[in-house]
């Protein structure tokens, strides 16, 4: 898992919206919030990404981009922006290479069965591409106003 401190790995992946292709390192000069989640349409990955989209608007008061990744295809990606009207890229790590290189992409547990998957984690990496904070094992609930008051704090320094 990536840390405090570290460099933020480049990676180019499809987006949904204008941007056919997202690459981190485009973004240099100003702080990104990455946030990877396990699964288009299910209840807690809606939560989240309906929650960013609600404070979008104070995220880019602060400067601050915000991308959605998950391991799921475009057209998911493209039905559950559509259908929750979010307004921030939603990028496609199909293999999960992405989630795998940032630490994400760990053994699961679930009803006695093991599996690999996203362990839902954020990322606020600043201008200069080093990782500020990072929120392990996500809980969806507040999470998204604690990212953004972490977010708008960093502006500042």
Partial sequence: ??????????????????????CLEDL???????YFYPKDSTPGCTT???????????????????LGI??????SHERFSAKQELNFPLLSDEGAKVADAWGVWQL?????KEYMGIVRTTFLID???????????????????????????????
């Fill in 1 to 22: 898992m990536l840390k405090v401190g570290d460099i933020a790995p480049n990676f180019c992946l499809p987006a949904t919206g204008e941007q056919a292709t997202i």
């Fill in 28 to 34: 240099r000069g100003q702080p990104v919030v990455v």
């Fill in 48 to 66: 989240q990404a309906k929650d960013f989209r609600d404070s979008l608007e104070a995220f880019h008061a602060a400067g601050v981009q915000v």
């Fill in 70 to 75: 998950s391991p799921d295809p475009m057209p």
């Fill in 108 to 112: 699961k547990k679930n009803f006695g």
């Fill in 127 to 157: 201008a200069e591409g080093v990782i500020q904070k990072v929120w392990e094992k996500v809980r969806v609930k507040g999470h998204v106003a604690l990212v953004l008051e972490d977010a708008a704090a960093s502006k500042g320094a």
